[in-house]
């Protein structure tokens, strides 16, 4: 006769084990949160790690109802508590952070957080880095920049973070093609399709990687 409640158990410690074993991903968002909720989905059925915060500094930004839908907590740390010394890194070890993830965050990372998270705190850039990088480039700023030089070609660089923006060691770049005749948008949708194909591919490579 089967013993319905011992396998319950070994499936319920079995489950637990690999709870246990995966990485902790934290996600730093500031706006609608599609990059956070593709990256929230990819790790639903991964056994390497899973998103166990998300954490934006608007109150109003839609990532927070996303986070929600998704099952996965969230918390909003407004623009003076994020700069607040020690503040972050206090959150982040509360959830045994093993990677902080930036979807479309425009804070700058504060100076005790890169310290204490060195090559833990990875970026994607909406377009091929050096080019179009630093201090207010962000978004459809980015793609209208494109757009206007003529470029031939644009894309996305994973990278991690430092002191500066959109300077840090570059982890990966992938490439889309811009037509004579593409608009912003139209730019921005086939670096969007990118994002969502690379970024969750990549993280799960470099917390692999952190064995």
Sequence with gaps: MINCTFFAQIIGRCAQIRKNMQKNIVILASGSGTNTGNIIRYFQSSDVARVVLVVSNKADAYVLERAKRLQVPSLVIPRDKFLESGYVCSVLQEYHADLVVLAG???RIPDDMLAAYPQRIVNIHP?????????????????????????KESGITIHYIDGHFDEGVTIFQ??????????PEEVAHKVHALEYEHYPKVIERILAEKE
């Design 174 to 183: 992938a490439k889309c093609p811009v037509l004579p005749d593409d608009t």
């Design 105 to 107: 965050f425009l804070l």
């Design 127 to 151: 377009s091929l880095l050096p080019k179009y990088g630093g201090k207010g480039m962000y978004g459809d700023k980015v793609h209208q920049a494109v757009v206007a030089a003529g470029e």
